[in-house]
């Protein structure tokens, strides 16, 4: 399909710089009849027996500061390579070079090993595993993306604003921003409603943030994301469907990884692997009957993504509703609840 299809216009000021407080005070969009709603509501949404499958990773302070000679250099991690090295976007990225020491701070720098197109390159760190962890949280910031607008690294609201609830497993360098909505009183209402929920990972990488810079879908590269789903979590997930529960992704990460670990009679798997599942309309869906997600950027994968499940005029009708009534956009806006179209 043409890029251009999955184009609209959104003013900026409907993209939140910080979130909803409390967090399940933001709106929710019931996408099936466009009903407004509050993500406390959710509970009311759902039946008895419905499964949401929320993600667990937990952003990294991804984001650096550093010097190159004497010039300033800013790198984000994207994707861990080894224990001391990543794949990081830099800025400005031409004139760095392969043999090139970047400076963090006092015992901590990285060499360029390698460089790729767009801005990509590969840094080996002069710390590993939980030392370069340590150094991260010392001197990293959260990888907030670009369009919420901070002076320098994000602040310290930020540093919790952009975990979720579930946040356990290191890795992410991007939130799984539909489970920013969830407080433990939401998740003691769907508790005591009989809505169970199960967790899996994948650790976002910034990737998701990038523009889509070819005219047509089919030309489009993702960049892949490490994902678990553990074999007690997919019994957990088969049996709520095998009852007759919905399967609810909390958020399109949880759907692509639930997706990439299903087979085509509709049976969750357990998985521990890379994936670069790209989803566009004429996509079946094997698992997922609902997705909560917020509203994504035009001509990104994940309105793609969003569209294929849902129908793309359907998605364009809900964002301008949205967009009519005040809704916030993006990682610290608001949410809508899809349900599959089979016809999308």
Known sequence: MKVDDFDFDLPTRFIAQRPAAPRDRARLLIAGGMDDKIMADLPTCLNKGDILVFNDTRVIPARLKGMRDEANVEVTLHMRVADDTWKVFARPAKKLKPGNLIRFAD??????????????????????GMDLMAALEAYGGMPLPPYIKREGLADGRDKSDYQTLFADKKGAVAAPTAGLHFT???????AKQGICH???????????FLPVKVDDTDDHVMHAEWGEIDPTTAATINTARAAGGRVVAVGTTSLRLLESATDKTGTVHPFKDATDIFITPGYRFRIVD?????????????????SAFAGLDKMK????????????????????????????
């Open 107 to 128: 015992g901590f720098s990285a060499d360029v090993t390698e460089k790729g197109p767009g801005g990509e390159v590969t840094l080996r760190f002069n710390l590993s």
């Open 317 to 344: 009708n809900v964002y301008k509703a949205a967009m009519d009534r005040g809704y916030r956009f993006y990682s610290y806006g608001d949410g809508c609840l899809l349900q599959k179209d089979d016809q999308a």
């Open 290 to 306: 609902m997705l909560l997600t917020n509203f994504h950027l035009p001509r990104s994968t994940l309105f793609m993504l969003v």
């Open 198 to 208: 199960a967790r899996v990972t994948l650790h976002v990488g910034a990737g998701t």
């Open 184 to 190: 433990p009183e939401l998740m003691a209402t769907l």
